[in-house]
């Protein structure tokens, strides 16, 4: 279900794009680029490089002048200026671990399609209020996985859920079968040492197995 890259791209889009969004953590600019690059070639289009490393911005920068093929975000938003700093630095989306107004509307004021975490039945309907549909689930394993997911199904019936947090290739299945989830989310595309050595080779048979999953 892969979508136009080219202009604004909803949060339903960015989730549909491939079964998983990477959560990548970047603390060298040299590997940004190569990085996308092997994730784009793997099948893996929709980056969130997170907002969790002095040099993440630059990242985010460089991915988005040098990698047409990939769709850059911003994770770990948790205020407007996180919003307002990525959207300079050419991201597109946003995920957030939580939600507050301000978020949601710096990221409306800056153009970024938002993902804000929930964990809660209070959350959802909170976001809801605000307007929003497509919510992540953090920490998704921690907070009652994919059961939760199943019992949220009955009362929040018209909303998508990307899990992430504790999520692998291996229990990915799990919570793409279910119908409330669009995607999952998750860090083992992109393993600290893999980046470390450079092996890019490495972090596009990890797209590929992951852009392959069924949902
Ligand atoms: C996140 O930031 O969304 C999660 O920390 C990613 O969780 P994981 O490392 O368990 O995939």
Redesign the pocket.
């Known amino acids: 279900m892969a979508v136009n890259l080219s202009g604004h791209l909803t949060a339903l889009q960015v989730m549909q794009d491939a079964p998983v969004i990477p959560?990548i953590v970047l603390n060298d600019v040299a590997h940004a680029v190569p990085m996308a690059r092997a994730l784009v070639a793997g099948g893996i289009r929709m980056l969130e490089v997170?907002l969790r490393t002095p040099q993440a911005l630059a990242c985010m920068e460089a991915i988005a002048k040098e990698v047409p093929g990939a769709v850059v975000g911003a994770?770990?938003v948790r205020c407007a200026a996180d919003a307002a700093a990525a959207a300079k630095a050419g991201a597109r989306f946003a995920v957030s671990p939580g939600y507050t107004k301000t978020v949601g509307q710096a990221c409306r004021d800056y153009g970024l399609s938002l993902l804000p975490g929930v964990a809660t039945g209070s959350e959802i309907m909170m976001v809801q209020e605000d307007g929003y549909t497509e919510l992540k689930f953090?920490p998704a394993m921690q907070a009652g996985g994919s059961a939760m997911l199943k019992a949220w199904g009955g009362p929040f019936f018209d909303v998508k859920f990307c899990p992430?947090?504790?999520?692998t290739q291996q229990n990915a299945r799990d919570f793409l079968s279910l119908p409330n989830v669009a995607c999952v989310?998750?860090?083992?595309l992109v393993p600290a040492d893999a980046l470390a050595q450079g092996d890019w080779a490495r972090i596009e048979q990890l797209a590929r197995e992951a852009s392959q999953l069924p949902r």
Request: hydrophobic residues 30%; proline residues 0%.
């Open positions: 959560v997170t994770g770990t953090f992430t947090g504790g999520v989310g998750g860090s083992w």
